[in-house]
T-cell receptor
Framework: NAGVTQTPKFQVLKTGQSMTLQCAQD?????MSWYRQDPGMGLRLIHY???????DQGEVPNGYNVSRSTTEDFPLRLLSAAPSQTSVYFC???????????FGPGTRLLVL | DQQVKQNSPSLSVQEGRISILNCDYT??????FLWYKKYPAEGPTFLIS?????DKNEDGRFTVFLNKSAKHLSLHIVPSQPGDSAVYFC????????????FGTGTRLKVLA
């Protein structure tokens, strides 16, 4: 099993550009989520999904879109990047609620 | 307002001694708590968890204590090893039926050889 994979590892964007951060898992997990990690802020939940076709907002959803068309994939879309979205983004998955979350290695995003 | 607080950004401990990492929370409805460890340039990895029906859970060198009346949990690492040097996050899942984990800001542990 590859576990949770994220691409790209690192990305530089200009303000106003759009991009999609990819996340995939091969563990047949129903639950998937996206977090951002900023200095002094810990991990903050952006969006999450409890299964294919079902998504919901987390603590900091503004400026981000998600969709879940398959169990395996949970992409995060930045519609118009802003410098405030400079961060490290982590995707995570688990079988069910209260099960251990498995995290991907992260995507480091720099918005100029 | 931070619902889960780790008030010590960093902690240094001598190898072989005990490391104690603390976490406070604000809402008595929080009923499941976890600790994650994170090395640089990697994603967090699960360490240990505790349900609110317990006050202690052990896994090898790691023990988590939960004091519900004080809304406080702590992670004890005994004995501490240099490989334990990492950032430790506490997290909670507020109520059953949701998936909105809340993480603390993290404590950077450095174990000195």
């Amino acid at each position: 099993n590859a576990g949770v994979t994220q691409t790209p590892k690192f990305q530089v964007l200009k303000t106003g550009q759009s991009m999609t951060l990819q996340c995939a898992q091969d563990m047949n997990h129903e639950y998937m989520s996206w977090y951002r990690q900023d200095p002094g802020m810990g991990l903050r939940l952006i969006h999450y999904s409890v299964g294919a076709g079902i998504t919901d907002q987390g603590e900091v959803p503004n400026g981000y879109n998600v969709s879940r068309s398959t169990t395996e994939d949970f992409p995060l879309r930045l519609l118009s990047a802003a410098p405030s979205q400079t961060s490290v983004y982590f995707c995570a998955s688990s079988y069910v609620q209260q099960e251990t979350q498995y995290f991907g290695p992260g995507t480091r995003l720099l918005v100029l | 307002d931070q619902q889960v607080k780790q008030n010590s950004p960093s902690l240094s401990v001598q190898e072989g001694r005990i490391s104690i990492l603390n976490c406070d929370y604000t809402n008595s409805m929080f009923d499941y708590f976890l600790w994650y460890k994170k090395y640089p340039a990697e994603g967090p990895t699960f360490l240990i968890s505790i349900s609110s029906i317990k006050d202690k859970n052990e896994d090898g060198r790691f023990t988590v204590f939960l004091n519900k009346s004080a809304k406080h949990l702590s992670l004890h690492i005994v004995p501490s090893q240099p490989g334990d040097s990492a950032v430790y996050f506490c997290a909670t899942l507020p109520t059953s039926g949701t998936y909105k984990y809340i993480f603390g800001t993290g404590t950077r542990l450095k174990v000195l050889a």
